[in-house]
């Protein structure tokens, strides 16, 4: 397939066979000139089979590795494809497609290395009051091991230019890839900002999102990595 552009949205995919395929529908009839690269970490579900859908580059793990390993797997093959622009899209459906067009202008015409989504700048549709206090919580931690300050510092939403960092990659495989990568702005010494998008919490979504202990999981999964580099 011909290169359609030199940005691509990469989706991290697992065990989402009731939402990927109408995710990657609304992406193609907005962006039909964005590269799409689906990367399905070892779904154990019929999502491998909803994302095969005609335009879509599809990748598949072997293992499960988590969302941070998929990311740097769509990040390798897009860079293999001579793409400089990424946006990290979710496969549940929390996202909003119509978002993007704002994040890619200004990637490119602020010419900042990284955008950020923010749902406290935005709108956070239905979220829970553990959820909204727990990520406000988190961009305290995120500032005291990184000196960023953040108004929401776990949004699997931006937009990255890769093309011109060649050393961004991730290592963390799992849900701390988050706080690495602000790690990784600060060491790289990218310029970021934040922009506002809307986050939508469903039924669906809520019920597979992050618990309490999962998401204290996440933050000392991220404190051991940072103490065993």
């Known amino acids: 397939m011909k290169n359609k552009n030199d940005t691509a949205i990469i989706i991290p995919l697992y065990n989402e066979e009731k939402t990927i395929k109408k995710v990657i529908l609304e992406l193609q009839e907005k962006y039909p000139f964005y590269e799409i690269i689906v990367v399905d970490d070892a779904s154990n579900d019929n999502s491998y089979n909803e994302a095969c859908i005609k335009g879509v580059w599809l990748l598949k793990h072997i293992v499960n590795l988590g969302q941070g ?23 549940d459906g929390q996202h909003t497609a119509d978002d993007i067009k704002d994040f890619t202008k200004s990637l490119k015409d602020k010419k900042v290395d990284i955008i950020l989504g923010s749902r406290f700048l935005g709108k956070a549709e239905n979220i829970s009051t553990f959820k909204k206090y727990f990520l406000k919580l988190s961009r305290v931690f995120t500032f005291i091991s990184t000196g960023i300050w953040l108004t929401d510092s776990h949004n699997g939403f931006r937009a990255i230019n890769i093309g011109k960092f060649p050393k961004f990659e991730i290592t963390e495989n799992r849900m701390a890839h988050a706080s690495e990568i602000i790690d990784l702005i600060k060491n790289l010494k990218m310029s970021y900002i934040e922009m506002p998008c809307t986050i939508k919490y469903t039924k669906y979504s809520k019920n597979k999102g992050q618990s309490m202990i999962n998401s204290v999981g996440i933050i000392i999964e991220y404190i051991i990595g940072r103490l065993t580099k």
């Open 69 to 91: 390993g998929a990311i740097q797997t769509g990040i390798e093959f897009a860079r293999q494809k001579n793409i400089n622009y990424i946006i990290t899209f979710d496969a």
